[in-house]
């Protein structure tokens, strides 16, 4: 069933049994006759801001849209979650729609739900890379050691803390778990101090990824964030890596889109995430 729901609304995002994200006891199915026509899966977590959210994720076969089923799916979900909710301030339901999905879009604005921020995911062939722009004066790129890995932790806490776009803090042995690859990170220091930092992580034998890219308040509005962006690209050039992605927040006030496209990226999915405050679910 999930494989026909990608079939007609494209690459996007829903839990499965090849997504080990969501928690396997939150899942439902719904069903006629017998025969499964829908499921949803239910994630919680804690923001840097204090909002706790309750993702609502799934989808209804596509033989069976437009029957009502997807309300029925999305009510149960919130009731469960209004269950599980602890009653204090700041809890949101969350939804996704991507573009290809006009129709899950339209459920989450008809139930009450309202866009809060957009995730871009783009893609880039390293080879068509801008060339590495000049870093700012007095700023030099040194190779990744593993001392240098509590600095790095701290630089991308502060540079994403407060931002208000779903930033979960990562505490520091999570992060050190989840280092790889780190030859093809691309970190920028000030004396003894990090001034930015791009990670990569390989994602296979070819495709390269890059889950952080932070500069730290005092260094914006220099060039750096380009200057990193375009060495991390030389990097994977270097290690003939062919394919890089990388993601972003649209309503990001430093227009992040912008500066990936100006070092060679091109937008290839957007992500709209949708809320609602918990204290309005369907009970």
């Given at each position: 069933?999930?494989?026909a729901?990608?079939?007609?609304?494209?690459?996007?995002?829903?839990?499965?049994?090849d997504?080990?994200?969501?928690?396997?006891?939150t899942?439902?199915?719904a069903?006629?006759?017998?025969?499964?026509?829908a499921?949803g899966?239910?994630?919680?977590?804690?923001e840097?801001?204090?909002?706790?959210?309750?993702?609502?994720t799934?989808?209804?076969?596509?033989?069976?849209?437009?029957?009502?089923?997807?309300?029925?799916?999305?009510?149960?979900?919130e009731?469960?979650?209004?269950?599980?909710?602890?009653?204090?301030?700041?809890?949101q339901?969350?939804?996704?729609?991507?573009?290809?999905?006009?129709g899950?879009?339209?459920?989450?604005l008809d139930?009450?739900?309202?866009?809060?921020?957009?995730?871009?995911?783009?893609?880039?062939?390293?080879?068509?890379?801008?060339?590495?722009?000049a870093?700012?004066a007095?700023?030099?790129?040194?190779?990744?050691?593993?001392?240098?890995?509590?600095?790095?932790?701290?630089?991308?806490?502060?540079c994403?803390?407060?931002?208000?776009?779903?930033?979960?803090?990562?505490?520091?042995?999570?992060?050190?778990?989840?280092?790889r690859?780190t030859?093809?990170w691309t970190?920028?220091?000030?004396?003894?101090?990090?001034?930015?930092?791009?990670?990569?992580?390989?994602?296979?034998?070819?495709?390269?990824?890059?889950?952080?890219?932070?500069v730290?308040?005092?260094?914006?509005?220099?060039?750096?964030?380009?200057?990193?962006?375009?060495?991390?690209?030389?990097?994977?050039?270097?290690?003939?890596?062919?394919?890089?992605?990388?993601r972003?927040?649209a309503?990001?006030?430093?227009?992040?889109?912008?500066?990936?496209e100006?070092?060679g990226?091109q937008?290839t999915?957007?992500?709209?995430?949708?809320r609602?405050?918990?204290?309005?679910?369907?009970v």
């Open positions: 069933m999930r494989q729901a990608l079939a007609v609304d494209g690459a996007v995002w829903l839990p499965g049994p997504v080990g994200v969501t928690p396997a006891e899942f439902v199915v069903e006629d006759a017998g025969e499964i026509i499921f899966g239910l994630d919680r977590w804690t840097d801001d204090g909002t706790e959210l309750f993702l609502i799934g989808c209804v076969h596509p033989e069976h849209r437009g029957r009502g089923h997807g309300s029925a799916l999305l009510a149960h979900q009731a469960r979650a209004a269950a599980a909710g602890s009653g204090l301030p700041h809890q339901l969350g939804g996704n729609a991507d573009d290809s999905q006009p899950s879009r339209r459920l989450l139930h009450g739900y309202r866009l809060a921020f957009t995730v871009v995911e783009l893609r880039c062939l390293p080879a068509d890379g801008t060339a590495p722009t870093l700012p007095g700023l030099r790129i040194r190779p990744v050691l593993a001392e240098h890995q509590p600095k790095i932790h701290a630089a991308i806490v502060e994403f803390t407060g931002s208000h776009h779903g930033f979960r803090p990562v505490d520091y042995d999570t992060h050190l778990a989840e280092v690859d030859e093809l970190v920028a220091w000030d004396g003894d101090e990090i001034a930015g930092v791009v990670t990569a992580e390989r994602r296979g034998s070819r495709a390269v990824d890059s889950p952080w890219v932070a730290r308040p005092a260094y914006r509005r220099q060039g750096l964030a380009l200057a990193l962006v375009t060495r991390s690209l030389a990097a994977m050039r270097e290690y003939r890596l062919t394919y890089a992605s990388i972003t927040v309503e990001n006030p430093h227009r992040t889109v912008d500066l990936y100006r070092a990226y937008v999915q957007r992500m709209p995430r949708y609602k405050p918990l204290s309005a679910a369907t």
